[in-house]
């Protein structure tokens, strides 16, 4: 990326910032991705989040120097947080924390379960002592069962709930790209949050909220999961294509480039086969006369396709399908990624104080700016004033 910052032409830059949860404390007791990610959504919001941090800090903090310096997860789920460091083993600082969650909406942890009720701040625990607070657990395979206990991260989630089972090609199974099951978790564990502050605006109580990574991954296999329980065969791993629609894939065209391209209708498979093909026998034939026929009949489908396809170079191909509105993609790298025209950006302040840039907040409201990207914390950054703040 860039260091310059992409101009928004739908927000201009006058507009007010964005600062719907202005006033609301969060305390996180929080590592890793999932809790993090979760609460930096909440600052892009407008909270305000504590980060509770032991002296070591955040193990995701060492898992590279991509940002500036930083982590690249760290700086993502991080920036605009305020740092402390509490060893929660003492009483003065278990004291503290207490004072500083007596005055928080919500409190987020997803330590191993049952390590903060050991130390006195089990959700139940806090909820008693004060009603309207919103506490989330965010754990591996839930807070109680049998596997409560079972170390869980994100690739050995996507194992467990058989999202591997489904990814990668057919001779060779494939982990997704990204930490998928951190991320819908920590997406899920916000809207939850964000519906029980709603509901405390009614209620005037609290909320206790409990996400496990497996339930959100899980949650997320329905369509395979309902299909291989009504057929006895879920879909199978087919690389680049889909498994239930077709043609829904990546072919080559004659400069060794791959483009993908989906079509989700009749109309749009006629004026595949005959715009951009020029294949008017292909419409007609009765194997791809439907969805489902070409789905049967996908070997040859795809070879008469990518006979086709790859007479043509990739700037021809995509010329006809933007003409005959037929959707496609081009398979990006990386650096396709950065010099995208769609990807927009925003600064962030590493803890070395020079400046990285990230995808931007991918909600835009009309009428509001752009969330401001606050600095990354050093480790216990705001632990004294904190302490100032915060005795009594």
Known sequence: MTTEQTPDPVRPSALPAFVPLAGVTVVAVEQAVAAPLCTARLVDAGARVIKVERAGGDFARGYDRAAAGDSSYFAWANHGKESIVLDLKTEADAALLHRIVAAADVFIQNLAP????????GSEQLRSLHPRLITCDISGFGEVGDLAAKKAYDLLIQAESAMIAISGGPGELGRIGVSVCDISTAITAYAAVLEALLARGTTGVGAGLQVSLFDTAAEWMTVPLV??????????????????IAPYGAYRTADDSLTLIAVQNE?????????????????????????TDRVEHRVQLEHELQSSIGEVD??????RLAHAGVAY?????LD????????????????????????????????????????????GAHTDALRHEFTP
């Open 227 to 244: 299909q291989h329980l009504a057929t006895g065969a879920g879909p199978t791993r087919v690389g680049l294509r889909h498994p239930s």
């Open 336 to 379: 396709g990624l950065a010099a995208h025209a769609a990807l927009r950006h925003r600064t962030v302040t590493a803890t070395t104080g020079a400046t990285v840039d990230l995808p931007a907040h991918p909600v835009r409201w009309a009428d509001h700016g752009p969330p401001e990207a606050g600095r990354v914390p050093d480790i």
């Open 329 to 333: 993609g081009a398979v990006n790298t």
């Open 267 to 291: 109309r749009e498979w006629v004026r595949l086969c005959t715009e951009v093909l020029g294949r008017p026998d292909l419409a007609r034939d009765p194997r791809f006369g439907s969805n």
């Open 314 to 319: 990739r700037t021809t191909l995509q010329d």
């Open 114 to 121: 049952g390590a903060l009720t050991r130390a006195g701040f």
